[in-house]
Each structure stands twice: as structure tokens, then as C-alpha cells.
């Protein structure tokens, strides 16, 4: 009979490298002290790392840095959302950063959920989820959606006209149909900077 830590080891190192697994993908292989006590040695053996309470990664070697890579926080966020079938819509100076109006990479990650709010670190990051309205979430499209985001945070009285050409610039390339039902749902001060890319 293979043990429970032989099950969770195979299991591991068949992942593929960049990984991102949760204490509960491996519940069928025994009992939680159990897999508890696996993960914990298969830790120490380098296979994993853990990333934070009962979130692992299996590292990436890199040739170039010739040492392990751990994924982005950004794919952990992914991650637990996808686990927790939630959506998630980046936030904030975050939100600021994906779209190149910021420099500044936050050391905190904010994103607004349909699923449980919660915090979570990762070395000297941090994950924040918060719970917020069906609506905020219901913008379609990929950059419209930080648009709004990015917006808000910059504020209506805050927005430089080099920020309203990149913004200009960026939601031409966004899908007509999905940036016409963003604008719906947008404040409308954010509504109006939008409609000028149409």
C-alpha cells in the first residue's frame, strides 16, 4: 500500500514546474493531519514551497538566474479565484500598473471578489480580497475594466492629460461591443473619458 506521503510526492513531481496547489487538491490521499505532515516533508525536501498557509508552489528553475522561481503574486490571486470560483478584478494603483499609467509595482495587491474576503501574504506581499457589488464585477471588458479601476483611484480632479491619452490610447484596442456595455456601468465622469474612445 503506498503511503500517503509517496502519493502526495509522485503527485508533486508530476506537476508541471510554476505550479500552484492547495492543501485540499491532495484530500483524497489521506487524512488531513496526514497530508498535513506529507506536504510539510516534501517542503523540506525542496520539491515545493510553501507560499503561505495551505497554498504551495512547485518552483521553476531558471537557467538564466540559475536558481528556483516562484510564481508571481498576480498568478497566486489567479489561482485562489479560480479555486474558489470567484471573479476577481484587479484594483487601485495595481489597476495603474497593468496599464502602464504607474510605475509604482505595490507591494500590496487589491482586488474586489464575489468570493471571500481575506488577506493573504506571500513574503513581503500581500493579497487583499474584498467583497464588493455583482456590478463592479460585471464589466466585460479586459482593459475597460482596469480603465474604471485606475480611474477611480486616480480621481476625477487628479487626471493628467498624459493619463487620458494613454487611457485614449489603450481602449481603442479594446473589443467595441465590450468597452459600449463598460460605459454603461462606469461613473459617469469615467463614462465620459471612455465614450471618447468610441
Given at each position: 500500500?503506498?503511503?500517503?506521503?509517496?502519493k502526495?510526492?509522485?503527485?508533486?513531481?508530476?506537476?508541471?514546474?510554476?505550479?500552484?496547489?492547495?492543501?485540499?487538491d491532495?484530500?483524497?490521499?489521506?487524512?488531513?493531519?496526514?497530508?498535513?505532515v506529507?506536504?510539510?516533508?516534501?517542503?523540506?525536501?525542496?520539491?515545493?514551497?510553501?507560499?503561505a498557509?495551505?497554498?504551495?508552489?512547485?518552483?521553476?528553475?531558471?537557467?538564466?538566474?540559475?536558481?528556483?522561481?516562484?510564481?508571481?503574486t498576480?498568478?497566486?490571486?489567479?489561482?485562489i479565484?479560480?479555486?474558489?470560483?470567484?471573479?476577481?478584478?484587479?484594483?487601485?494603483?495595481?489597476?495603474?500598473?497593468m496599464?502602464?499609467?504607474?510605475?509604482?509595482?505595490?507591494?500590496?495587491?487589491?482586488?474586489?471578489?464575489?468570493?471571500?474576503?481575506?488577506?493573504?501574504?506571500?513574503?513581503?506581499?500581500?493579497?487583499?480580497?474584498?467583497?464588493?457589488?455583482?456590478?463592479?464585477?460585471?464589466?466585460?471588458?479586459?482593459?475597460?475594466?482596469?480603465?474604471?479601476?485606475?480611474?477611480?483611484?486616480?480621481?476625477?480632479?487628479?487626471?493628467?492629460?498624459?493619463?487620458?491619452?494613454?487611457?485614449?490610447?489603450?481602449?481603442?484596442?479594446e473589443?467595441?461591443?465590450?468597452?459600449?456595455?463598460?460605459?454603461?456601468?462606469?461613473?459617469?465622469?469615467?463614462?465620459?473619458?471612455?465614450?471618447?474612445?468610441?
Amino acid at each position: 500500500m503506498t503511503s500517503t506521503d509517496d502519493k502526495i510526492e509522485q503527485k508533486v513531481k508530476s506537476l508541471k514546474q510554476g505550479a500552484i496547489v492547495f492543501t485540499e487538491d491532495f484530500q483524497d490521499y489521506g487524512s488531513p493531519g496526514a497530508v498535513k505532515v506529507a506536504l510539510h516533508r516534501i517542503v523540506k525536501k525542496g520539491l515545493l514551497h510553501n507560499l503561505a498557509r495551505g497554498i504551495y508552489a512547485k518552483p521553476t528553475f531558471s537557467t538564466l538566474l540559475n536558481q528556483e522561481v516562484l510564481p508571481a503574486t498576480e498568478e497566486v490571486a489567479k489561482a485562489i479565484a479560480k479555486r474558489d470560483k470567484a471573479r476577481i478584478l484587479p484594483t487601485g494603483v495595481y489597476a495603474q500598473n497593468m496599464l502602464g499609467l504607474s510605475t509604482q509595482v505595490p507591494l500590496r495587491l487589491v482586488y474586489l471578489t464575489d468570493g471571500s474576503p481575506r488577506k493573504i501574504t506571500i513574503g513581503n506581499r500581500t493579497i487583499q480580497f474584498k467583497k464588493t457589488t455583482p456590478k463592479n464585477l460585471a464589466l466585460k471588458g479586459e482593459i475597460s475594466k482596469l480603465v474604471v479601476q485606475a480611474l477611480k483611484e486616480i480621481g476625477k480632479d487628479n487626471v493628467t492629460n498624459h493619463e487620458l491619452e494613454t487611457i485614449h490610447k489603450l481602449l481603442q484596442k479594446e473589443d467595441t461591443k465590450d468597452l459600449k456595455h463598460d460605459i454603461g456601468l462606469a461613473p459617469q465622469w469615467i463614462a465620459e473619458i471612455m465614450a471618447k474612445a468610441l
